[in-house]
């Protein structure tokens, strides 16, 4: 005989062998007549269903009472024809142990016959902590779907062509589309068009594999509005090819709004001609605009941090302390006139309106200023009044002269 030929075993040989493998499978192995009686039951089978052995017993001991009606009539079937409808195949049942508790099973039947008797053989495997596993699996799942519906932000899923594979609620409620209308769009048909470009060589990196941090883009709505977005984009890899990208995008709309509006109040107030000054309640100077510079002669640089009473005498600086308590209190100074300083040491007038500087829980933590140099203003009220005085006196003195000539003239 050939070193490769295969060696030929005796039946005992061979009944050992599967003797053996049966007696030591892990899976419960239980034979049964065509009356249900079990027959043979392997260790595993009898440990099992918490039996000293399952020889002997009806099969209606292991199966829970609800399935035993269909147990007996598929036997009544197998008796009469002498096929089994789930024969060969491998399904998952309920089974019962002996102290009444009910555990999953995965199970397969084959069928055989001897000396004209019906016999059927069942390999039988406790799936208890496969279930376990897969409800927790399912249970993780259900959380995290959870999570990703309810999520503030946006959330979806991109296959490599662009396709969406799935939009969380807030991603439909933000941008309006329906699951139906999604079927038919990519991502570069909800990108509004001033960023079409720009995505598309941003979606080509990461495709690539590459990790974008931070992206900042626009969509647009069903309804053709421009809805601005920040977030971050990675992809899911499988055997190094990429199966889709991922992202969350958070809503900026309104903070790119404020943001503008901020930038436009910035403007103003910078190129406004008039001081507009901000200070803490202890006096530092924290905000001064080019209409200060040019009222004060101070620059920006040089003043920021110093104390605002740089630019007035004592008398003025605790006039200027009595108001910004009624300011801390809440109230607002309108337009009173006061003496200020300059940089070069000329004093001036302004005319000055104070309110309270508030955080973003409205605490108050400092004083917001809008100065009008009203110098020329003042002079010339001066000038007015030294000539209305002059001329009072001049009129004074005419009559005074016209009545003495009258007087003797009546002589």
Same mark, same amino acid.
């Given at each position: 005989?050939?070193?490769?030929?295969?060696?030929?075993?005796?039946?005992?040989?061979?009944?050992?062998? %599967?003797?053996?493998?049966?007696?030591?499978?892990?899976?419960?192995?239980?034979?049964?007549?065509?009356?249900?009686?079990?027959?043979?039951?392997?260790?595993?089978?009898?440990?099992?269903?918490?039996?000293?052995?399952?020889?002997?017993?009806?099969?209606?001991?292991?199966?829970?009472?609800?399935?035993?009606?269909?147990?007996?009539?598929?036997?009544?079937?197998?008796?009469?024809?002498?096929?089994?409808?789930?024969?060969?195949?491998?399904?998952?049942?309920?089974?019962?142990?002996?102290?009444?508790?009910?555990?999953?099973?995965?199970?397969?039947?084959?069928?055989?016959?001897?000396?004209?008797?019906?016999?059927?053989?069942?390999?039988?495997?406790?799936?208890?902590?496969?279930?376990?596993?897969?409800?927790?699996?399912?249970?993780?799942?259900?959380?995290?779907?959870?999570?990703?519906?309810?999520?503030?932000?946006?959330?979806?899923?991109?296959?490599?062509?662009?396709?969406?594979?799935?939009?969380?609620?807030?991603?439909?409620?933000?941008?309006?589309?329906?699951?139906?209308?999604?079927?038919?769009?990519?991502?570069?048909?909800?990108?509004?068009?001033?960023?079409?470009?720009?995505?598309?060589?941003?979606?080509?990196?990461?495709?690539?594999?590459?990790?974008?941090?931070?992206?900042?883009?626009?969509?647009?709505?069903?309804?053709?509005?421009?809805?601005?977005?920040?977030?971050?984009?990675?992809?899911?890899?499988?055997?190094?090819?990429?199966?889709?990208?991922?992202?969350?995008?958070?809503?900026?709309?309104?903070?790119?709004?404020?943001?503008?509006?901020?930038?436009?109040?910035?403007?103003?107030?910078?190129?406004?001609?008039?001081?507009?000054?901000?200070?803490?309640?202890?006096?530092?100077?924290?905000?001064?605009?080019?209409?200060?510079?040019?009222?004060?002669?101070?620059?920006?640089?040089?003043?920021?941090?110093?104390?605002?009473?740089?630019?007035?005498?004592?008398?003025?600086?605790?006039?200027?302390?009595?108001?910004?308590?009624?300011?801390?209190?809440?109230?607002?100074?309108?337009?009173?006139?006061?003496?200020?300083?300059?940089?070069?040491?000329?004093?001036?007038?302004?005319?000055?309106?104070?309110?309270?500087?508030?955080? %973003?829980?409205?605490?108050?933590?400092?004083?917001?200023?809008?100065?009008?140099?009203?110098?020329?203003?003042?002079?010339?009220?001066?000038?007015?009044?030294?000539?209305?005085?002059?001329?009072?006196?001049?009129?004074?003195?005419?009559?005074?002269?016209?009545?003495?000539?009258?007087?003797?003239?009546?002589?």
């Amino acid at each position: 005989m050939s070193n490769d030929s295969a060696e030929v075993l005796s039946s005992d040989e061979l009944l050992s062998i %599967f003797k053996t493998v049966i007696m030591n499978s892990p899976d419960g192995i239980i034979t049964v007549n065509e009356e249900g009686i079990i027959i043979f039951s392997n260790p595993s089978a009898d440990r099992m269903f918490g039996y000293e052995t399952l020889r002997g017993k009806k099969i209606d001991v292991i199966v829970p009472e609800g399935l035993r009606d269909d147990l007996h009539q598929k036997m009544r079937d197998y008796r009469a024809r002498g096929e089994h409808e789930l024969a060969g195949k491998v399904f998952e049942t309920v089974s019962l142990r002996a102290d009444g508790t009910e555990f999953p099973v995965e199970m397969s039947l084959n069928p055989s016959r001897s000396q004209g008797r019906l016999f059927l053989t069942s390999i039988i495997r406790d799936i208890s902590e496969r279930k376990k596993m897969e409800l927790e699996v399912l249970e993780r799942e259900e959380q995290f779907r959870d999570l990703f519906e309810n999520a503030n932000d946006m959330i979806q899923a991109v296959t490599p062509d662009g396709k969406f594979l799935y939009v969380n609620r807030a991603w439909k409620k933000t941008l309006g589309y329906t699951e139906g209308e999604l079927e038919n769009l990519t991502i570069f048909d909800v990108i509004h068009p001033d960023k079409v470009d720009e995505c598309r060589e941003l979606f080509r990196r990461v495709m690539s594999g590459e990790n974008i941090p931070i992206i900042e883009t626009a969509f647009i709505t069903a309804d053709g509005e421009k809805v601005f977005v920040e977030g971050n984009v990675n992809v899911k890899m499988s055997n190094g090819t990429v199966e889709y990208s991922r992202a969350i995008f958070r809503d900026v709309t309104e903070r790119m709004k404020f943001q503008r509006e901020l930038e436009r109040m910035a403007s103003i107030v910078e190129s406004a001609g008039d001081a507009i000054v901000s200070y803490d309640l202890d006096g530092r100077i924290m905000d001064w605009n080019r209409g200060a510079e040019e009222i004060y002669g101070y620059g920006a640089d040089e003043i920021k941090g110093k104390n605002v009473s740089i630019l007035m005498d004592d008398e003025e600086f605790e006039r200027l302390r009595g108001l910004i308590e009624e300011v801390k209190s809440g109230g607002v100074v309108s337009n009173f006139e006061a003496k200020r300083i300059r940089s070069d040491g000329e004093t001036i007038w302004v005319s000055i309106s104070m309110s309270p500087l508030r955080d %973003f829980e409205g605490n108050i933590i400092g004083v917001s200023t809008i100065a009008r140099d009203i110098t020329e203003m003042k002079r010339t009220e001066e000038a007015l009044r030294a000539s209305e005085e002059k001329y009072r006196k001049i009129v004074e003195k005419f009559i005074q002269n016209a009545l003495a000539l009258i007087s003797e003239i009546n002589r």
